[in-house]
C-alpha cells in the first residue's frame, strides 16, 4: 500500500485545481476521522427522553434523504459528466450502485430502522454490525472517490453521507440498547464499524494509483439514490398525521434546497 502512496507530478496534476497528492490524502482521512466520530452522536440516545428522540428521529431522517438525493442529483452525476465520460457509461455505474446496495440489503438485513425499539431489528446485533461496517466501507469509497475529483465536490458529497449518518447512528444505538448491549460496548463497536468507511478512503485512495477510479463517483451517486429512496423515504412517507407528514416533506426539501443552494454557489 505504501507503494501506491508515492505519486509523480502527473498524478498530482489529475487530482484538479486543489492541490496535490499530500493535500488531497490529508482531506479523505480527515474527512473519515470525522465520519468515524459521527458514531458518538449516538450518545444522545442516552441523553434524549425516548419521546423526544421519537420526535426528532424522522424529521432527520426526511432531511438526510432530501440531502443524499440532493447530492446524488446536483453533485456527483453533474461531477462525473464534467469529466468527459460516455454518458451511457457513467449512467450504467449509477444504475450498478443503486443495484448493489439492493443486493447487499436483500442479504445482510441492513435496512436502518430509525426507531428507539428492539422490534426494528430483532437480536442480530453483529450481523447489523457487520452491514453497517460494509455500507460505511463503501460510503468511504464514494466519498473518497468524491474528493480525488474535486475537493469541493468530496466536501458536498461528505456533507450529505453525514445528513444520513447521523440519525442511523442514534437508531443503531438505541436499538442495541434495547437488544441488551451496555451503553460502553454499545459505543466502542458502534465506532469500530464506523472506521470502516476511513479505511475505505484509504483503500480508493491507494487504489486510484493503479486504476482510473473515475467510476466511483457515478457509482457513488447511485449508493445514495438506493439509500434515500428505499431506506430512508418510506420511513418518513406514511405517518397518520398530515401535520407530520407536512413536517416530513419540508425537512426533505430543506436538504434537497442545501445542496442545490451548495451547488449554485460559484466555486472560489
Same mark, same amino acid.
Given at each position: ?181 451496555? +451503553? ?5 463497536? =458502534?465506532? $469500530?464499524?464506523? @472506521?470502516? %468507511? !476511513?479505511? *475505505?478512503?484509504?483503500?480508493? &485512495? #491507494? ?30 412517507? +406514511? ?5 407530520? =407528514?407536512? $413536517?416530513?416533506? @419540508?425537512? %426533505? !426539501?430543506? *436538504?434537497?434546497?442545501?445542496? &442545490? #443552494? ?7
Amino acid at each position: 500500500v505504501l507503494s501506491c502512496f508515492r505519486g509523480g507530478r502527473s498524478r498530482a496534476k489529475r487530482l484538479g485545481p486543489h492541490g496535490g497528492t499530500v493535500s488531497v490524502l490529508a482531506w479523505i482521512l480527515a474527512s473519515g476521522l470525522a465520519m468515524s466520530a459521527v458514531a458518538f452522536v449516538g450518545a444522545l440516545a442516552l441523553l434524549l427522553p425516548k419521546r423526544w428522540l421519537d420526535e426528532l428521529m424522522l424529521p432527520l431522517v426526511a432531511l438526510a434523504a432530501g440531502s443524499l438525493l440532493g447530492g446524488a442529483f446536483f453533485h456527483m452525476i453533474p461531477g462525473a459528466f464534467r469529466a468527459g465520460r460516455d454518458p451511457l457509461a457513467l449512467l450504467a455505474w449509477v444504475a450498478a450502485g443503486f443495484s448493489l446496495f439492493l443486493l447487499l440489503e436483500q442479504y445482510l438485513h441492513w435496512h436502518h430502522c430509525h426507531r428507539a425499539s428492539a422490534s426494528c431489528r430483532e437480536p442480530m446485533s453483529y450481523l447489523i454490525l457487520i452491514g453497517d461496517g460494509l455500507h460505511n466501507f463503501l460510503g468511504g469509497l464514494a466519498v473518497a472517490g468524491a474528493f480525488l475529483a474535486d475537493v469541493r465536490l468530496g466536501v458536498t458529497t461528505w456533507l450529505a453521507a453525514v445528513a444520513h449518518e447521523v440519525p442511523q447512528e442514534l437508531g443503531d444505538f438505541a436499538v442495541l440498547l434495547h437488544a441488551g448491549w451496555s +451503553r460502553k460496548r454499545a459505543l466502542i463497536f =458502534n465506532f $469500530l464499524s464506523a @472506521l470502516t %468507511f !476511513l479505511v *475505505g478512503g484509504i483503500v480508493a &485512495y #491507494a487504489a486510484s494509483f493503479r486504476i482510473d477510479v473515475g467510476f466511483l463517483l457515478p457509482f457513488a451517486a447511485g449508493n445514495f439514490l438506493y439509500i434515500a429512496a428505499s431506506d430512508l423515504v418510506p420511513e418518513v412517507n +406514511r405517518h397518520h398525521d398530515p401535520w407530520r =407528514n407536512a $413536517l416530513h416533506f @419540508l425537512c %426533505f !426539501l430543506a *436538504g434537497v434546497a442545501l445542496l &442545490y #443552494a451548495l451547488a449554485a454557489v460559484p466555486a472560489a
